[in-house]
C-alpha cells in the first residue's frame, strides 16, 4: 500500500499479512509509518495505491464503523473508557447492535432488550474473570490503575466479537511488572479466543517476548520482516533506530 500526505509519502508500497492466532507487531522510529499504516487499515485513511483484504473480501476505504462491525477493531494507546460508569458497564455499552439503543425498539421489545442485557452482563462477567478483573466490576472506571484501565480497553473491544485486535502502544506508561501482566493476558487471549492481535508499540524489551512475528518499518517502507530475534538483531534495523 502506498499512502502520501501532499508531498510526505508516509507509506511506500508497503506489505503486510495478519494471520489467524497470531500476534503481529509492527516495529520502527517515531515517523516512519506505522499509525499511518494502522489507519489505513482500520479505514481512517484510504490509500491511493494498494489495497486492504480481510477474510478473503476487499475491504479498502471502508469507512472505519463498517470495518469495526466487520471484525477489526482497535484500541488506543490512551484508553477510551467511560470513568464515571463502572467496570460492568464500560464492557456492557461497547457490544454491538443493542436492541436499547434505540428508543422505540426497547419500548416495543422490552422482554427481549431485558433478555439480551442478561446475555451482555453474563458475556461481560466472562470476559472480566479472563482478565482477573472480575473482583473490580462494580468498581468506577477512575478507579482503576492504569494498567488495569487498559486490561479494561481490551476488555470492551472483546465485547464487539472481534477476529482482529489493533493495538496502538497497549504498555505505554506502565510499570515492567503490569506491561508483562497485560501481554501475559494478550497471549491468553489469542490461544483461548483465537484472535490476532496487530500491535504498534515501542518498548522493544517488553513485547517482543509475546510476539509471533515482526514487521519493522522507516520512513514510510518495510526494511525487515521475520521472528523477533530475526529483526532485532538485522544491521539495517539497528542502523534505522541508531541513524533516523
Known amino acids: 500500500m502506498t499512502k502520501r500526505f501532499g508531498g510526505l509519502v508516509a507509506l511506500e508500497n508497503v506489505s503486510i499479512e ?11 522510529p517515531n515517523g516512519s509509518g506505522k499509525t499511518t499504516l494502522i489507519n489505513v ?6 490509500p491511493e ?3 486492504v483484504f480481510f477474510d478473503k473480501n476487499e475491504i479498502t476505504g471502508l469507512p472505519p464503523h463498517k470495518v469495526y462491525s ?4 482497535r484500541t488506543f494507546q490512551i484508553p477510551s473508557l467511560f470513568l464515571k460508569l463502572t467496570v460492568l458497564e464500560n464492557l456492557v455499552i461497547a457490544a454491538k447492535n443493542q436492541i436499547g439503543e434505540k ?3 426497547a419500548i416495543l ?18 470476559i472480566l474473570d479472563l ?8 468498581r468506577r472506571a477512575s478507579e482503576l490503575s492504569g494498567g488495569q484501565m487498559k486490561l479494561l480497553e481490551i476488555g470492551r473491544a472483546l465485547m464487539s466479537d472481534p477476529k482482529v485486535i489493533l493495538m496502538d502502544e497497549p504498555v505505554a506508561g506502565v510499570n515492567p511488572k503490569l506491561a508483562h501482566n497485560i501481554m501475559n493476558h494478550v497471549t491468553g487471549i489469542r490461544d483461548k479466543l483465537g484472535l490476532s492481535f496487530l500491535i504498534v508499540e515501542h518498548r522493544l524489551d517488553i513485547v517482543l517476548d509475546y510476539v509471533d512475528y515482526v514487521y519493522a518499518m522507516h520512513r514510510g517502507k518495510v526494511i525487515s520482516k521475520g521472528s523477533p530475534d530475526e529483526v532485532i538483531s538485522d544491521p ?6 541508531l541513524g533516523g
Do not use: C, D
Open 49 to 51: 495505491k494498494g489495497k
Open 103 to 105: 428508543i422505540t425498539e
Open 131 to 138: 482478565l482477573t478483573l472480575s473482583h473490580m466490576w462494580n
Open 41 to 46: 487499515i482500520s479505514g481512517v485513511y484510504k
Open 70 to 73: 466487520l471484525g477489526i477493531v
Open 236 to 241: 539495517v534495523v539497528i542502523e534505522s533506530y
Open 109 to 126: 421489545n422490552r422482554r427481549k432488550w431485558i433478555k439480551q442485557e442478561e446475555k451482555l452482563i453474563e458475556k461481560a462477567f466472562e
Open 18 to 28: 495478519v494471520p489467524s492466532e497470531r500476534i503481529i507487531m509492527l516495529i520502527g
